[in-house]
C-alpha cells in the first residue's frame, strides 16, 4: 500500500527527520506545509496520512502565529474525515486541543533523554505490541502537557507528567481501519536534527536548567546520550509506522 502523507511544519528545525526515512524506504510519498512561509493546506482528498510536526511556540500563541487559527480547524477536519493522524509534541497537543482536551503547561519541563512507561492500555495495545513492556528512554522537548482526550486511550507516562501520549478513533477511523496516534516525545530525531534542535534552542535550555534541573539536560549531554538511544528510539518509531498500516 502505498501512502500520500502530509507533513505540517512550524518551524524548519524540527521536521520529520526519521519518519521521511521510513516513508522514502516504503515508496510513500511527502508534501509539506511550512507555516512559517507562505504557506497553503491540500485539500482532504489530496492525502491519507496527516502527520502534524513540534515547534517552540504554544498552542495557545494565535496572536502571534495567525495560522494557528487554520492549523486546528484543519486538523478537526482531518479527524472528522477519519484521516490517520500522527502528532509529535506539539502536534500531539493541537491534536488534543482539537478533540477538546485541555493544554496548558505541565508546571515542569522535561527536556533530554528520560525514561516513559507505557500504561497497561498501551502495553495492551496492537499499534504499540513491540516497544519495551518495560521503562525506556525516548527523547523529550516541552514544558505544556496535555490532557488525556475524551475517549482517547492514554498509552504512556512519566515520572514528570503522566499523559505523554494517546491512541483515539473515531467510530469513522474504525470503519476505514485508520487511527489518531499523539506523543509528547521525539521518537523521530536523527543524530542530524536532534544536535539542530539543541543548536536553536540553547537559551531556552539554560532559563529551563536553572528551574527544572532534574529533568532538563545540558545540550552537550543530550547530544552525547543520543548515540546511546536514537537508533532504537527510530526503530521503535519504525514499527508503530508499520503497524499502522499493517492494522489499517
Known sequence: ???????????????LSYIKQWADNQGHSIAVTRFYENYSLPSQDSFDWLIIMGGPMSIHDEADFQWLADEKAFIQQSIKEGKTVVGVCLGAQLIADSL???????????????????TKQGLEHQLLKDLPKQEFTVF???????????????????????????????????ELGTWVLG????????????????????DYIQDAMTDYPHTVQAGDEIIELGDTYIADNNAWLSTMLDNLVKYG
Open 100 to 118: 477538546g482536551a485541555k493544554v496548558a503547561p505541565s508546571g515542569i519541563k522535561e527536556v533530554g533523554w528520560m525514561p516513559i512507561q507505557l
Open 183 to 202: 506523543w509528547q516525545c521525539h521518537f523521530e530525531v536523527t543524530k542530524n536534527s536532534m544536535v539542530d534542535m539543541v543548536m536553536h534552542g540553547q
Open 1 to 15: 500500500m502505498t501512502l500520500r502523507i502530509h507533513a505540517l511544519y512550524h518551524v524548519d528545525f524540527e521536521e
Open 140 to 174: 523529550h522537548w516541552h514544558g505544556d502537557g496535555f490532557e488525556c482526550p475524551q475517549g482517547a486511550t492514554a498509552i504512556a507516562k512519566s515520572n514528570a507528567w503522566d499523559n505523554q501520549g494517546f491512541i483515539y478513533q473515531t467510530p469513522k477511523h474504525k
